[in-house]
């Protein structure tokens, strides 16, 4: 008989194959870039949790990493004669194993009792978080162990850092005892169902689907989806499709030349047109007037921001968007096209010097293009909040934004954009010498994260970070340039290359 890790029995909860193709063929597991990210953060706020529950650092650890599965599992049952916390204590019993994050000791009736915690990086307490809890408890009471109780923490994404090392609030904890133990009939019949889908010589028949991706996008999604046929056009292009592909699917539709008119809507209609015939939509008389009630001079704005699970800076909170870099493009009435930008890869708060430098950019009047104006107002409407003196200016630029995304999706489509209105797949239709890809470096927002956090890392040389720096001004920069050259064909500036 096997033991089942708890990542195990969740992959068997996602889906039975997956289960199969973990014990059988784990080398054909390809996990994304953003799965990776997810372990990673989960990583790091299990190492703060540690400090938290145990600020007098009294408690002990266990490495499963360095002293194995056997050692690992003895030590954790060692350290539970005594009263200090424990972390990534080890139980194998019942047919599962599983770490457990937090183990605190506790009184209760003149004996030992442990309360135990999980620890999460997500914001709210999800379903399968319900499942993990559940196989926890189960293992945990299966060993032995005297558990008292069993919670859940996730970080708390309204409370605010106050600085100098202090993250008591970060996490926010759910008592789900009465629920995780009641599950223990449930948890058997998973690790039942786990012994007879992994002893299987063959693996399980299961289509690809919507559980490929929930509650985390599989690894093994390549693997599984190498023999389904692949649509020169397909539904996913269509723009806010969402269910509804899942329902085409299902009728054995993947491809927009089989999508029924009917069940379309007006855009998703037009890319549909558009792309079968490979024909560029454009409104220019529709688009001109949009722009016609926006006089210049026009400035073209462009945040770049860096998010925390674990807040660094005082005054923010977890999982914030830190505005770190603007770039604005000015044109004035006379044609005259000017460029000013801020960065901040110093490491310190950007926040203040950011906002003030954008008031000073932005000047008094003239509209304010952004590319999706939910983003940069929302970004400037929490600077406002933040910075009570910086307010009244702030929100004066937020009164100024104009949306060419808005416009775009209405006015224009090229069937080279692929049912997308994002700025990269706009710009080498609109204007094809101005490529992204060109760029050194950074080439979209996820890489300009990355830079910035390689930037203000303290081990990066000053040569390297002065590199970072090059190459997030100019990535920032071709976005705003990008904009000034939407608003030239919309506006009837300049001839729509087709
Ligand atoms: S890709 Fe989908 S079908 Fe294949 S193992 Fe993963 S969840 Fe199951």
């Keep these: 008989m096997r033991t089942f890790s708890k990542s195990k029995l969740m992959a068997l909860r996602q889906c039975q194959k997956r289960l199969w193709l973990e014990v059988h063929r784990r080398d054909l597991r390809e996990d994304s870039s953003s799965t990776e990210a997810i372990f990673q953060t989960g990583h790091q706020v299990g190492e703060l949790a540690q400090r ?5 650092n009294l408690g002990a650890l266990i490495d499963v990493q360095t002293e194995g599965f056997a050692r690992a599992f003895e030590r954790s049952a060692e350290l539970l004669h005594a009263a200090q916390p424990i972390f990534e204590a080890g139980f194998s019993a019942g047919g599962a194993l599983a770490f457990a994050d937090v ?53 708390d994404s309204s409370w605010t850092y106050p600085g100098d090392g202090d993250y008591c609030g970060l996490l926010k904890e759910n008592d789900l005892t009465a629920e995780a133990f009641s599950r223990t009939e449930e948890v058997k019949s998973w690790i039942a169902q786990a012994q007879l889908v992994s002893a299987s010589p063959v693996e399980p028949a299961i289509e690809i689907g919507a559980h490929c991706d929930t509650p985390f996008a599989c690894g093994f999604y390549d693997y599984c989806s190498r023999d389904e046929p692949k649509a020169e056009y397909p539904v996913y292009w269509l723009p806010y499709i969402g269910a509804k592909a899942a329902t085409l699917a299902e009728q054995g539709v993947i491809d927009l030349r089989n999508v029924p008119d009917d069940f379309l809507n007006a855009r998703q209609q037009r890319v549909k047109t558009h792309t079968l015939a490979n024909t ?52 004035s009435s006379s044609g005259q096209l000017d460029h000013t930008e801020f960065l901040d890869i110093s490491g310190n708060d950007p926040s203040e010097p950011f906002a003030r430098a954008l008031i000073t950019a932005c000047s008094q009047s003239g509209p304010v293009y952004v590319y999706n104006a939910g983003f940069e107002t929302a970004r400037m409407s929490e600077l406002a909040i933040r910075y009570p003196p910086l307010s009244q200016d702030l929100r004066a ?34 204007a094809p010498e101005l490529r992204y890809d060109a760029l050194d470096g950074v080439r979209d927002g996820g890489m300009a994260m990355e830079a910035f956090l390689e930037a203000i890392h303290p081990d990066t040389s000053a040569e390297r970070k002065k590199q970072i720096e090059q190459q997030l001004l100019a990535y920032c920069k071709l976005d705003t340039y990008a904009m000034v050259r939407l608003w030239q064909v919309f506006a009837g500036r300049t001839e729509l290359k087709v």
């Design 103 to 155: 183990m605190l000791p506790e009184q209760q009736d003149g004996q030992r009792v442990w309360r135990m915690v999980e620890v999460k990086s997500s914001t709210s307490v999800k379903d399968y978080h319900r499942d993990d809890v559940a196989v926890q408890a189960f293992v945990a009471q299966s060993a032995g162990v005297a558990l008292q109780s069993i919670s859940l923490a996730h970080i």
């Design 52 to 56: 938290i529950y145990d600020p007098e």
């Design 280 to 331: 560029v939509f454009f409104d220019a008389v529709g688009a001109a007037a949009d722009l016609a009630a926006h006089s210049l001079p026009a400035h073209f704005l462009d945040f770049e921001t860096i998010q925390f699970a674990v807040p660094i800076w005082k005054g923010t909170r977890p999982y914030q968007q830190n505005t770190f870099q603007f770039s604005l493009h000015t044109l």
């Design 397 to 430: 630029i937020n009164a100024r934004v104009v949306d060419l995304l808005s416009i775009a999706r209405e006015r224009y489509y090229h069937p080279s954009q692929q049912g997308s209105w994002s700025i990269k797949k706009v710009l080498p239709a609109v």
